[in-house]
Nanobody
Framework: QVQLVESGGGLVQSGGSLRLSCASS????????VAWFRQAPGKEREFVAA????????RYADSVKGRFTISRDNAKNRVYLQMNSLKPEDTAVYYC?????????????????WGQGTQVTVSS
């Protein structure tokens, strides 16, 4: 069983930065691939970034490529999302997800474990 708790969200001006953190209490977290998704009001949940369990392979949505970086510290059972050059369209609730999978899928239905989400608001 993997339990995920996100933190680090908040209000930031356009062009600013935030670092989201996702903490896991599961003993098998280190062998799970992890991902970040986001959901804006009235929109479907969308893929943001993902990393393999080792951190050796990552995947990003085109909309965040070059601005966001996913990383993980398995010794601390944590996953991070560094968000730079934030835009108002990045405003959403951000969710951490995990799954034992051989790939980095972009569909939310492919990920079995989810956190409760953290709000990110970017003002113009």
């Amino acid at each position: 069983q993997v339990q995920l708790v996100e933190s680090g969200g908040g209000l930031v001006q356009s062009g600013g930065s935030l670092r989201l953190s996702c903490a896991s209490s599961g003993r098998t977290f280190t062998v799970h691939n992890v991902a970040w998704f986001r959901q804006a009001p009235g929109k479907e949940r969308e893929f943001v970034a993902a990393s393999t369990w080792s951190g050796g392979s990552t995947r990003y949505a085109d909309s965040v490529k070059g601005r966001f970086t996913i990383s993980r510290d398995n010794a601390k059972n944590r996953v991070y999302l560094q968000m730079n050059s934030l835009k108002p369209e990045d405003t959403a609730v951000y969710y951490c997800a995990a799954e034992r999978t051989d790939s980095l899928p972009v569909l939310p239905s492919s990920w079995g474990y989810w956190g409760q989400g953290t709000q990110v608001t970017v003002s113009s």
